[in-house]
């Protein structure tokens, strides 16, 4: 039997794919679980049984939290990248990275095809195809569910047609969790007006939980240590996603245009994600300059947007991360934060290349650097465009 490499989650979609590829297509199907985060050592021990279960040739797992980290969330944390001011790209940054991982693996054991359980209808059919693609245009690309247009009641039919009676309860609602964050799609988020319940967030409110002051640290951009306890950037997200989410911090839901060109609504839960970029993003305004903070916005706008859409293959992604990396020089130092029942405040920061102790003036208070007569020539030359163009246009202003 042909070979063909399924990417796993362990998932309903994903399932019915095991099944289908080998009653239907007659193939040897080799399942490929690409952890970016999301999943603990007994998860992914019981997914592996599972897919032994379901009938798969061969299941492997694949932990890539550093490479995703080092080649994407680094980024998206340089940027401040929130897609329509709201979204963290929890998932649609992972896609890609478990894309390259599933061909990589695909191309190592000769698999003559690759298939993935995303529908026709969203953004993950294209982060994955066009990886696909490009890294392997001589493998075929099977997808189960856009091809027979499936609801989630059919996939449950035919699995138990075929033996597969596990309970799918939790399956109302589509779970994507990984390191920078959880997406959560549900009948509400079919709605523009419904919010998704309580019980559909991966993490609930801890009961008498008070408020918490924490500082972070960043070093050149990166999240390296909480109250001054130093460990890698990756352990030092886990460790503030599991302080914040007893606190329900991080919960919104995102609206946004698709690569397809139709609107899509997601809920996501994203603790460590959103306190990181905020605190980031402050610490940010204190040591940079008004310019580089100026093209950085525009920069990281376009790099999430391209990085969303699943162009992180373009050559000018490179060219943009050089940038963001390049404006990280003094972004070291403290950020005071409070976190709170579903939400957090940003308190102040501490930074040795802090702005705002120069010694030259005090914002609204007093200068030692400049005159009162310098001011006032400054401003009158400072309003000179707007007095000519006033003159000459003022009849029709």
């Not at 988020?189 to 609930?204: G, H, I, R």
């Not at 460990?231 to 996603?241: A, Y």
Request: aromatic share 10%; glycine share 8%; with cysteine.
């Amino acid at each position: 039997m042909e070979k063909v490499i399924l990417a796993y989650s362990g998932g309903l979609d994903t399932s019915f794919c095991v099944k289908y590829l080998i009653n239907e297509k007659r193939l040897a199907v080799h399942t490929i679980l690409v952890n970016t985060g999301g999943f603990e050592e007994d998860e992914l021990k019981n997914i592996e049984e599972r897919a032994y279960e379901l009938g798969s040739t061969k299941h492997v797992n694949r932990t890539i939290l550093n490479e995703f980290y080092n080649k994407a969330v680094k980024y998206l944390i340089f940027g401040n990248v929130l897609k329509n001011n709201t979204y963290p790209l929890s998932v649609s940054a992972e896609r890609i990275f478990q894309a390259i991982e599933v061909i990589t693996y695909a191309k190592a054991i000769g698999a003559k095809y690759i298939a993935h359980g995303s529908t026709g209808a969203g953004n993950d059919q294209i982060r994955f195809d066009v990886i696909f693609q490009t890294l392997a245009p001589e493998i075929e690309i099977i997808t189960p569910i856009r091809d027979l247009k499936l609801s989630r009641q059919a996939e449950v039919d035919y699995l138990e047609k075929h033996g597969v009676h596990y309970s799918w309860e939790k399956a109302q609602y589509s779970v994507n969790k990984g390191l920078w964050g959880t997406s959560v799609g549900g009948k509400e988020t079919l709605t523009s007006s419904q919010p998704l319940p309580e019980s559909a967030y991966p993490s609930q409110l801890k009961d008498g939980i008070k408020e918490k002051k924490l500082s972070l640290n960043f070093e050149k951009g990166e999240l390296v240590g909480i109250d001054d306890a130093l460990d890698s950037p990756v352990e030092t997200i886990k460790q503030l996603e599991k302080i914040a989410s007893s606190y329900a911090i991080g919960r919104d839901i995102h609206v946004g245009d698709t690569i397809i060109g139709i609107k899509g609504r997601v809920g996501f839960e994203a603790a460590a994600a959103m306190i990181t970029i905020k605190a980031h993003h402050t610490l940010e305004k204190h040591v940079l300059s008004k310019w580089q903070q100026y093209w950085k916005e525009q920069l990281a706008n376009w790099y999430g947007m391209l990085l969303h859409e699943g162009n992180y293959l373009d050559p000018v992604m490179r060219n943009i991360e050089t940038f963001l990396e390049d404006s990280q020089k003094s972004v070291t130092g403290e950020v005071f934060i409070t976190l709170k029942p579903y939400h957090f405040t940003i308190d102040g920061i501490d930074s040795k290349f802090d702005m705002m102790t120069s010694d030259i003036a005090t914002y609204g208070e007093e200068n030692d650097a400049w005159t009162a007569d310098e001011a006032k020539g400054f401003i009158k030359i400072y309003g000179n465009a707007n007095k000519i163009h006033h003159h000459l246009n003022s009849e029709i202003v």
